[in-house]
């Protein structure tokens, strides 16, 4: 067993669930003598920034103290990029009922560092929802309330870049080495960059619209197995995945889309 401490979008449960991280315990933690910062890039531009924690006296981090089983820490460094993005230290913590304690933070690597930005309203609203829900101060509750956010794109609806794409089944579409879905289109992932260094592998082979919806400032709502089941999702949801096609066109090969139960596939695999 190993205590861990969230800032950034782990302050949410529901969020580091999504990772396939369960811990056994949560409560309302304090980082002391660290400030939180926003200086690195997410791996997708119009995200804007990502938290990260940086020395500061005088300064305090306020954040989600789990109790996680031995097998989670593998985990967790995957999803955090260790070695890539961030580096893993050992630091004390202190709880809201007053104990001390030893936690793993991730703080970012010197050469993933970048000018201090903005989050995304979407991240700044994971914190904020997440440190609700776990009883945070209303001083630092506001703190994040106020954040100011990087601009939201504006991409327009998304049209595939193929005029006659091909179809393809689920089947095929994830048969394929080095592709992802989501939204029911289909990407080969071989010209990611090296800023995708800690994305692609958790890609690969999947069907990850439920992953990123599930990453939303609302991925606990309960709604959502049955909109993903029914196809149909509200107008937040669907800009939301809209802007990540956008975003995956310009950062992957788009390859085609996937047939509708009912239609035959054209794709040759």
């Not at 031995?70 to 993005?85: N, R």
């Not at 979407?122 to 956010?149: C, P």
Request: charged share 20%.
């Amino acid at each position: 067993m190993f205590h861990y401490f969230g800032y950034g979008s782990n302050l949410s449960w529901a969020g580091l669930r999504s990772k396939g991280v369960e811990p056994s315990s949560a409560e309302a933690a304090v980082l002391r003598e660290w400030r939180l910062a926003f200086n690195i890039n997410h791996p997708f531009a119009f995200e804007g920034k990502v938290a990260n924690v940086v020395p500061a006296i005088g300064h305090e981090v306020h954040g989600a103290l789990y109790a996680c089983s031995d097998e989670c820490l593998s985990t967790l460094d995957e999803f955090e990029g260790l070695g890539l993005y961030y580096d893993r230290h050992l630091l004390e913590v202190k709880t809201y009922a007053g104990e001390c304690l030893s936690a793993h933070v991730y703080v970012g690597l010197t050469g993933m560092l970048s000018d201090e930005g903005r989050p995304s309203q979407r991240y700044r609203s994971l914190l904020y929802s997440g440190g609700i829900k776990l009883g945070l101060s209303a001083i630092y509750l506001e703190q994040l309330a106020s954040l100011a956010t990087y601009p939201a794109p504006n991409f327009g609806p998304f049209v595939p870049p193929l005029r006659d794409a091909p179809l393809y089944t689920v089947a095929q579409a994830l048969g394929l080495p080095g592709h992802t879905v989501i939204a029911g289109h289909l990407f080969d992932l071989s010209s990611a960059g090296p800023h995708q260094q800690t994305i692609v592998p958790l890609l690969e082979g999947r069907d990850v619209t439920q992953f990123f919806l599930e990453r939303m400032h609302n991925a606990d709502d309960l709604s959502l197995p049955e909109a993903l089941e029914a196809g149909s999702f509200d107008r937040e949801r669907r800009r939301y995945l809209n802007d990540y096609l956008h975003a995956f066109t310009s950062e992957y090969r788009y390859v085609g889309r996937i047939a509708d139960d009912d239609t035959k596939s054209d794709a040759s695999v």
